[in-house]
């Protein structure tokens, strides 16, 4: 939902210096606000889902999807001059992708990139399009080796000082020059102090927390809000005391979502128990919802389980979703104590916010699943196929999703042709300010 | 004998007009058989009870017809879904995703619920088109799924400039079919906004276009087999043509049916005039040729106002945002401009005072709109209600002849469309 001031459509304006702020880190992956500034991939999603190339020019698959073949666009350059080459992209995906990768080798072969695998990839150009696999420089001009935030985008890093990271446009950008000459990025800064920046000038964009939407418009902000991106769920250990899969099942009915829905996340998003998001597949609808206790208990058997740990990743707002959901869990007989999120990796439940990485259910189904831990490619192409898919996993009740939630911003009036990406990330290389000069 | 060619007349009439009066088919038709016929495959002959809810965006006054199908296709499959009794069960859910409608059957028999689904070609829209004086309407073109700065229909066909091909489709049944397509073959890097030109070439047959730093010309041999266009780009800096004459159109197969009124029914002094393009940005410098009494500033969009046979203004839109009128050798501003955009034409309708600027803007909507305007004096006056287009418009330019004018849409999924704008004297 974009709700920008009501003015007349005209051509961008170049020059000027977009101010952002953010509460996280820019080159969190996924999702950094610096990433796909700085950061090109091979291909890139389109609104509808399909790709559209990037830095490849193009791609074909041969042998039934097992073998890929990237031709990369030519004459583009890194940040610090050398040139886009396959030896530097294969360097560059190796790097973020060590196991579990959608393809068993990659290798330059000219000016090409070949993927091949065991398994077909039938979804790889739409995987490629991920935050994860945009492309950095792993080994600099000069030899060094650059924190990954050397790339081929619209922006280059030219300096962080003082919790500001200064962007400048990259005048060779192989998409044009972005608008605006400059971004500058404050991060950790809170919430409250972002949207007082925004109030008084100060910055012309700004987070909104999915939980604090109403607030911010209640607070007459103009907000752009993006399609669901990410999936709160909760993670279930498979071993030890939830090694049972009734506890498991019993805990996933003893979750009340709309509890979630509505107080904690003040009714943004939506409810849901499907890994996908409605508007993704228009199936979702076919996994329960509702809460249902007394099923919960009659699946714990009379088992009282040992007592349960669960860690929530994030904020304020996730601390306290852990908590309703303890409260939930203790209702349907089950000991559970909220523990830190560093203590995540070891808990039996963990509340995690997973990201949608591709708008492609196919490609969005597959990272998924391979988060989770699953290798196997997603190979079915039909609506009932990816049901099928997540109905087999989800049964196993070790995700439990609860909350589809969108990425939202404030922005200023001075911001025109602000778009969001399909992962919920700003354009800010199409943007341009009103008043530049 | 002719009594017998006489019965068979009348008979064949007959069956004309009954076919004549048959609904035509709905478009729920084929997806209802294929659930009906996943469901049958599950169900097997019997009874069942059906139910359905909608949770897309079909209209609720369709779901009776939606349903009425459903049941005659289950029934030609042995399925009856009268028995309110029944053990079995078929829950029917009218659903939908981003791209596509889907209709999903829950099919549940004792304890065992099966699910199947099939997918549903989303309808489209209406156009809810103006209703005041005069009226602009549009046609699509063409539509594709690549950027088109501009376009040109030649006798040889349609010619798109695209940010880095030259791509010219003929003419086929179904309408456009692509021909020949060129790459431009740039050699310094394309700005984000990119912009181009195409104008008619002098025989009117073939044609010269203008992208950033490059001009190419394409010229069509009708003697030829179609699609036998050549097309040669070079290098160049040279000024691109911003106002030039109206010219008979050689070539027009979408021409539309509107009552219009002819650039040549005017007696117009329309003077052509050429301005340089700064290949780095998206505007024109403000250099002009033949060069005017006054300096220009920087500007986006500019077009010749025929007044009379003895006046006619240069209206530029400068990157500014202000829309200002050069005039008995002053530059002066125009009022009544605060909705234009910056992207605005010249429209010979022969409508009200014989000329309009057809101007985009956008307004609250998602979309934008144009909106044609007369200018009697400094003061911009709105002369048609706004016509919704299906996205951003990314270009308009006047057709060679005049009486229309063209306009390159971004719509919501990446896809490009070229419309012809023309305007109804009402």
């Known amino acids: 939902m974009l709700a920008l001031p009501a003015t007349a459509r005209t051509r961008p304006h170049y020059g000027g210096t977009l101010r952002v702020e953010i509460e996280g880190e820019p080159w969190q992956r996924p999702g950094g606000l610096a990433r796909r500034m700085v950061l090109d991939g091979l291909a890139v999603m389109n609104a509808d889902g399909t790709p559209r190339p990037a830095l490849a020019l193009d791609w074909k698959s041969e042998n039934d999807n097992h073998r890929w073949q990237f031709r990369l666009r030519p004459g583009v350059h890194f940040h610090d001059g050398s040139p886009l080459t396959s030896p530097?992209?294969?360097?560059?995906?190796?790097?973020?992708?060590?196991?579990?990768?959608?393809?068993?080798?990659?290798?330059?072969?000219?000016?090409?990139?070949?993927?091949?695998?065991?398994?077909?990839m039938p979804n790889l150009p739409e995987l490629l399009a991920a935050d994860k696999y945009l492309v950095a420089l792993t080994v600099a001009s000069d030899g060094t080796t650059p924190a990954g935030v050397v790339g081929t985008g619209p922006f280059q890093v030219t300096g962080f000082m003082n919790g500001v990271l200064t962007l400048t446009a990259n005048d060779s950008s192989w998409q044009g020059r972005p608008f605006a000459d400059a971004v500058e990025a404050h991060v950790h800064r809170s919430i409250r102090d972002q949207w007082l920046d925004l109030s008084v000038g100060r910055a012309d964009l700004v987070e909104v927390p999915a939980e604090q939407l109403r607030q911010a418009q209640q607070q007459r902000l103009t907000i752009m809000t993006s399609a669901p991106v990410t999936l709160l769920a909760l993670t279930v250990s498979d071993s030890g005391a939830l090694g049972n899969p009734n506890l498991r099942a019993a805990i996933a009915l003893a979750v009340d979502r709309s509890a979630l829905y509505n107080v904690i996340f003040q009714k943004q998003g939506e409810v849901t128990a499907s890994l996908l998001p409605a508007a993704l597949t228009g199936y979702s609808f076919l996994f329960p919802t509702e809460r249902d206790l007394n099923k919960a208990h009659e699946l714990r058997g009379g088992l009282t389980p040992p007592p349960l740990t669960l860690a929530a990743e994030g904020g304020p707002a996730m601390q306290l979703a852990a908590q309703r959901i303890a409260l939930n869990l203790r209702e349907a007989g089950f000991n559970v104590q909220v523990v830190n999120g560093v203590a995540a990796q070891h808990a039996d439940l963990a509340l995690r916010q997973l990201p949608l990485e591709s708008n492609q259910p196919q490609a969005a189904l597959e990272s998924m699943l391979r988060g989770a831990g699953l290798a196997a490619p997603v190979l079915e192409q039909t609506p009932a196929g990816l049901y099928r898919i997540e109905r087999d996993f989800l049964e196993s009740h070790t995700l439990i999703p609860l909350l589809d939630l969108p990425r939202a911003y404030a922005v200023g009036g001075r911001i025109r042709d602000l778009h969001l990406s399909p992962d919920g990330t700003p354009q800010l290389s199409a943007a341009s300010l009103e008043d530049a000069p | 004998m002719k009594l017998i060619w006489l019965v068979a007349a009348v008979v064949t009439a007959l069956i004309g007009m009954a076919a004549s009066a048959a609904p035509a088919p709905?478009?729920?038709?084929?997806?209802?058989?294929?659930?009906?016929?996943?469901?049958?495959?599950?169900?097997?002959?019997?009874?069942?009870?059906?139910?359905?809810?909608?949770?897309?965006?079909?209209?609720?006054?369709?779901?009776?017809?939606?349903?009425?199908?459903?049941?005659?296709?289950?029934?030609?499959?042995?399925?009856?879904?009268?028995?309110?009794?029944?053990?079995?069960?078929?829950?029917?859910?009218?659903?939908?995703?981003?791209?596509?409608?889907?209709?999903?059957?829950?099919?549940?028999?004792?304890?065992?619920?099966?699910?199947?689904?099939?997918?549903?070609?989303?309808?489209?829209?209406?156009?809810?088109?103006?209703?005041?004086?005069?009226?602009?309407?549009?046609?699509?073109?063409?539509?594709?799924?690549?950027?088109?700065?501009?376009?040109?229909?030649?006798?040889?066909?349609?010619?798109?400039?695209?940010?880095?091909?030259?791509?010219?489709?003929?003419?086929?049944?179904?309408?456009?079919?692509?021909?020949?397509?060129?790459?431009?073959?740039?050699?310094?890097?394309?700005?984000?906004?990119?912009?181009?030109?195409?104008?008619?070439?002098?025989?009117?047959?073939?044609?010269?276009?203008?992208?950033?730093?490059?001009?190419?010309?394409?010229?069509?041999?009708?003697?030829?087999?179609?699609?036998?266009?050549?097309?040669?780009?070079?290098?160049?800096?040279?000024?691109?043509?911003?106002?030039?004459?109206?010219?008979?159109?050689?070539?027009?197969?979408?021409?539309?049916?509107?009552?219009?009124?002819?650039?040549?029914?005017?007696?117009?002094?329309?003077?052509?005039?050429?301005?340089?393009?700064?290949?780095?940005?998206?505007?024109?410098?403000?250099?002009?040729?033949?060069?005017?009494?006054?300096?220009?500033?920087?500007?986006?969009?500019?077009?010749?106002?025929?007044?009379?046979a003895s006046s006619a203004p240069l209206l530029i839109g400068s990157i500014d945002g202000k829309v200002q009128i050069v005039e008995n050798g002053a530059l002066k501003p125009v009022a009544g401009t605060r909705d234009w955009g910056s992207d605005f034409a010249a429209l010979h309708s022969g409508c009200g005072a014989g000329m309009q600027i057809v101007v985009s803007g956008s307004g609250e909507a998602a979309s934008d709109s144009l909106r044609a305007y007369e200018l009697p004096a400094q003061e911009a006056v709105p002369a048609s209600a706004s016509l919704a287009m299906d996205g951003t418009v990314t270009a308009l330019w006047t057709a060679p002849d005049g009486n229309s004018v063209f306009a390159a849409v971004r719509g919501a999924a990446d896809q490009f469309e070229v419309d012809r704008v023309t305007a109804l004297c009402n």
């Open chain 1, 88 to 120: 530097s992209v294969v360097a560059s995906l190796n790097a973020v992708c060590g196991t579990n990768c959608p393809w068993t080798a990659i290798h330059a072969v000219g000016s090409s990139v070949v993927f091949t695998s065991d398994s077909p």
């Open chain 2, 26 to 308: 709905s478009q729920w038709e084929q997806p209802a058989a294929a659930l009906a016929e996943e469901i049958a495959g599950i169900l097997g002959p019997g009874q069942a009870r059906l139910t359905i809810r909608n949770l897309s965006t079909v209209s609720s006054d369709e779901i009776p017809a939606i349903r009425r199908l459903l049941e005659q296709e289950l029934k030609a499959r042995g399925v009856l879904t009268s028995g309110a009794e029944s053990a079995n069960a078929i829950r029917v859910t009218l659903s939908e995703n981003m791209r596509e409608r889907l209709w999903v059957a829950e099919v549940v028999e004792g304890n065992e619920t099966r699910v199947t689904m099939v997918r549903v070609e989303p309808g489209t829209a209406p156009q809810s088109q103006p209703k005041s004086g005069l009226a602009l309407r549009k046609q699509v073109v063409i539509t594709t799924n690549e950027a088109v700065l501009a376009a040109l229909e030649t006798a040889g066909g349609l010619v798109t400039v695209q940010p880095e091909q030259i791509v010219i489709y003929g003419h086929a049944a179904e309408g456009w079919r692509e021909q020949k397509r060129v790459g431009i073959g740039q050699k310094k890097l394309l700005p984000r906004d990119p912009r181009g030109i195409i104008l008619p070439s002098a025989n009117g047959s073939g044609f010269e276009a203008s992208v950033v730093g490059m001009v190419c010309s394409g010229s069509y041999l009708p003697a030829q087999p179609a699609g036998d266009w050549t097309v040669r780009c070079r290098e160049s800096d040279d000024p691109w043509t911003i106002v030039q004459p109206p010219v008979a159109q050689t070539g027009n197969a979408t021409q539309g049916t509107a009552t219009q009124g002819t650039a040549t029914q005017m007696d117009v002094s329309v003077t052509p005039m050429k301005a340089f393009y700064n290949a780095a940005r998206n505007y024109f410098t403000g250099v002009v040729t033949p060069s005017l009494s006054v300096d220009l500033p920087p500007f986006y969009s500019a077009a010749q106002i025929i007044r009379s």
